[in-house]
């Protein structure tokens, strides 16, 4: 196996997943109000609707996903789904029925297992050692499309609102047919895992990954974190316009310095915070500087001084690529998919969650005649949560925090 090679491939296919979807942010809203008609509001309610029915597929179809590619390899399962979104991206260009791109967001969603199966293909080829700090090329390459992605969004928008959605499916395209020539298999004969509809859907996945002691605690402690950090694209946008005033121009120089940071933070800085201070610290320390981010946001004033902590902000992302090594290594080599595939609907369930939960204890803080104006808030809320999973954490049951399980 040319492992440099295909490692590449998934950098290469992650961060195109991510730029696929940043491309068409831009004009989402141009494109339903064209399908549609009414005003921006309308769109904005139709926008959350079709983003919740991605969320909520990925949320059910990614335990099966993982178990699918576990039965029949990571190769034929990351081609499969690239192909499938190459096509999703060309009918939501070509669709004029808003219950077309629900079908598109349906079809998306499940065949989104890019991640989960990248995810897997990475602890394939990783050792105990470097797993956690290999984790980190996820959200790096997340950061590199979170920037990219709209940025060319909004410019190939300029010759027509469909035109992302085309290129999109080019990329798609492209990364497939890299995929042919360059993806190895990782998933031997002797390691492939029987498929069982009865644990490939998330309630039966969870009840075989309550079987590996103290994952099924470590999940929750990914869920809670993952709604607390979820608080930045699901929030920053509304909370700068009522606290800063600031304009669109602003609001994506400091979205883009997140994600420039992100992909530092996990890309570059996890490969020597690891081996520094172990997964343990990474993960305490991490949540106790998310805490001081997130108060210090529900309580900032000064537009500067908010625009200096966004790309420091970035830094609590160290987490997850440390817990993400932890869950891989107490499981056994066959039930990598499995186990990648609930971590993706995990944070599935926090992406359905964390928007509707924000946002409402962002409009009781910012309401016109409410007792106290405090676009704040929704970080305060994240802060309090973060400090929920940093006492899970520590509070955890000796020895849980390593060890394999052998359960086949």
């Known amino acids: 196996m040319n492992k440099p090679l295909a490692f590449t491939f998934i950098i290469v296919t992650l961060t195109i997943d991510a730029m696929g979807i940043g491309l068409i942010i831009p004009v989402m809203p141009d494109l339903l109000q064209d399908i549609e008609g009414g005003d921006l509001g309308h769109a904005a309610i139709w926008g959350g609707i079709l983003s919740m029915v991605f969320a909520l597929m990925q949320f059910l179809f990614g335990p099966t996903i993982g178990s699918l590619s576990d039965r029949y390899g990571r190769r034929p399962v990351l081609l499969v789904s690239l192909l499938v979104i190459a ?4 009918v939501m260009g070509l669709a004029h029925s808003i219950w077309l791109l629900v079908l598109t967001r349906v079809i998306g969603g499940i065949a989104a297992a890019t991640q989960a199966t990248a995810a897997a293909f990475i602890s394939d080829i990783s050792t105990a050692e470097n797993r956690s700090a290999n984790f980190g090329i996820l959200g790096a390459s997340f950061g590199v499309g979170f920037v990219l992605g709209p940025l060319i969004g909004g410019l190939l928008g300029e010759y027509g609102f469909r035109v992302p959605f085309f290129a ?12 042919y020539f360059v993806l190895p298999e990782t998933v031997s004969k002797e390691l492939r895992r029987p498929f069982d509809p009865a644990r490939a859907n998330p309630l039966g996945a969870l009840v075989q990954i309550r079987k590996i002691p103290g994952l099924a605690r ?5 869920f809670l ?8 694209p699901a929030i920053w946008v509304y909370y ?17 310095s997140f994600g420039i940071s992100v992909a530092v933070v996990e890309g570059l800085l996890i490969r020597r915070i690891l081996p520094w201070l172990g997964e343990r610290r990474t993960i305490v320390i991490g949540f106790m500087f998310n805490i001081a981010m997130f108060t210090a946001l529900g309580f900032l004033t000064s537009g500067f001084w908010a625009l200096i902590i966004a790309p420091f902000s970035a830094l609590g992302s160290v987490v997850v690529p440390a817990m993400r090594g932890i869950m891989a290594n107490k499981a056994a080599a066959n039930q990598q998919g499995e186990v990648q595939g609930i971590i993706a609907s995990t944070q599935s369930l926090a992406v359905i969650f964390a928007p509707l939960v924000l946002t409402y204890v962002f409009y009781l803080a910012t309401r016109p005649g409410g007792p106290v ?11 309090a949560v973060v400090a929920i999973t940093l006492t899970l954490f520590t509070t955890r049951p000796r020895g849980s925090i390593s060890g394999q399980n052998s359960t086949r």
Not at 168 to 179: D, E, M, T
Request: charged share 5%; proline share 5%; net charge negative.
């Open 218 to 222: 470590f999940l929750l402690v990914f």
């Open 168 to 179: 999109a499916a080019g990329l798609a395209s492209l990364n497939l047919l890299l995929g």
């Open 87 to 90: 096509v999703d991206y060309v």
């Open 225 to 232: 974190y993952e709604f607390a950090f979820y608080s930045y």
């Open 240 to 256: 700068a316009k009522a606290q800063f005033h600031w304009e669109p121009g602003m609001v994506g120089l400091s979205l883009a």
């Open 373 to 383: 104006f405090l676009p704040g808030a929704p970080f305060l809320l994240a802060a």
